[in-house]
Nanobody, 125 residues
Framework: QVKLVESGGGSVQAGGSLKLSCAYS????????MGWFRQAPGKEREGVAT????????AYRDSVKDRFTISQDNAKNTVYLQMNSLKPEDTAMYYC??????????????????WGQGTQVTVSS
């Protein structure tokens, strides 16, 4: 069992920055993925960024690549999402997720095992 708690959301103007945090507890094993997903009202949930425990490989949705950075602090049991140059289309509820016993990270949200409660990000023009 893994518990995930997101924080750091808020309202910013376009071009601004936010850093989301995801504190996790419980053992995820030695091979797992940590990821950020987001969902805007009336839209499908979509993957934003992932990081794999073995090797630290990261992956990003094209629309956020070069603007967002996912990172992990194992000592603090925390995953971060640094978001720069925010755009109105980034507005969504952002969720932290964990995929345990993973051989790699997937963009298919149904395959992820644990989810946080979400933190709202709102970007105005």
């Amino acid at each position: 069992q893994v518990k995930l708690v997101e924080s750091g959301g808020g309202s910013v103007q376009a071009g601004g920055s936010l850093k989301l945090s995801c504190a996790y507890s419980g053992s995820a094993g030695s091979r797992y993925c940590m990821g950020w997903f987001r969902q805007a009202p009336g839209k499908e949930r979509e993957g934003v960024a992932t990081v794999y425990s073995r090797g630290g490989n990261t992956a990003y949705r094209d629309s956020v690549k070069d603007r967002f950075t996912i990172s992990q602090d194992n000592a603090k049991n925390t995953v971060y999402l640094q978001m720069n140059s925010l755009k109105p289309e980034d507005t969504a509820m952002y969720y932290c997720a964990a995929d345990v016993l993973a051989n790699g990270c997937t963009w298919i949200d149904a395959l992820w095992d644990y989810w946080g409660q979400g933190t709202q990000v709102t970007v105005s023009s």
